[in-house]
């Protein structure tokens, strides 16, 4: 008996774990939002309410997008749930540039700095905008002391303030 192969599909395979996102009735507001702030990113799928409920037939209940490769999923599950800072999204920035450039953009229409680099945007959901060698930076005690130091100062993360402080030059 031949084996046969299995019937290709045109979807790609998907997402081991996706963050999920409760939202009360802007789900699609935000994930088009988010969309417009990261590259490579764009909506995936919308579904509505049907008959059944629980939210107003035709109004959207899940959204399916994806953030440069990163897949998530926003719900309009109602007001019962808020975000807050026991989870957050955290993005890795390789320039000042572009922890400049996402720092601005999750920050602007009603958006809230934080400290450390933390951060709360518009619907808030909390974001942690850090470079790249952040891992490299804190490579040991000594160093990673002092640009803990020049963090715990810092709403915005400065990039040249952490590398003076990793070489010891305040």
């Known amino acids: 008996m031949a ?5 290709p599909t045109s979807q790609p395979k998907q997402q081991k774990i996706t963050t999920f996102l409760w939202f009360d ?3 699609e ?19 509505r309410y049907g008959e059944a409920g629980p939210g107003p037939k035709g109004t959207v209940m899940v ?3 994806e953030l440069d490769g990163q897949n998530l999923t926003a719900l309009n599950g109602g007001p019962q749930f808020k975000f ?20 601005e953009k999750l920050t602007s229409d009603g958006g809230q700095e934080s ?9 808030g959901l909390s974001w942690q905008v ?16 002092k640009v803990l130091q020049a963090v715990m100062q810092m709403r915005k993360l400065d ?9 010891g030059r305040s």
């Not at 084996?3 to 019937?7: F, I, V």
């Not at 807050?84 to 720092?103: F, G």
């Not at 400290?115 to 619907?123: I, P």
């Not at 990039?159 to 070489?167: N, V």
């Open 115 to 123: 400290m450390c680099g933390w951060l709360k945007d518009k619907y």
């Open 130 to 145: 850090v470079p790249s060698i952040l891992p490299e930076l804190f490579r040991n005690d000594e160093t990673g002391n």
């Open 3 to 7: 084996a046969t192969n299995p019937t």
């Open 25 to 27: 009735g802007n789900a």
């Open 63 to 65: 959204v399916d997008f």
């Open 84 to 103: 807050n800072e026991a989870i957050s999204l955290v993005i890795h920035c390789d320039t000042q540039d572009e922890i400049d450039y996402y720092w």
């Open 29 to 47: 507001e935000a994930a088009n939002f988010y969309c417009s702030v990261f590259k490579n990113s764009r909506i995936l799928n919308i579904a």
């Open 159 to 167: 990039l040249a303030t952490m590398q003076k402080a990793a070489e």
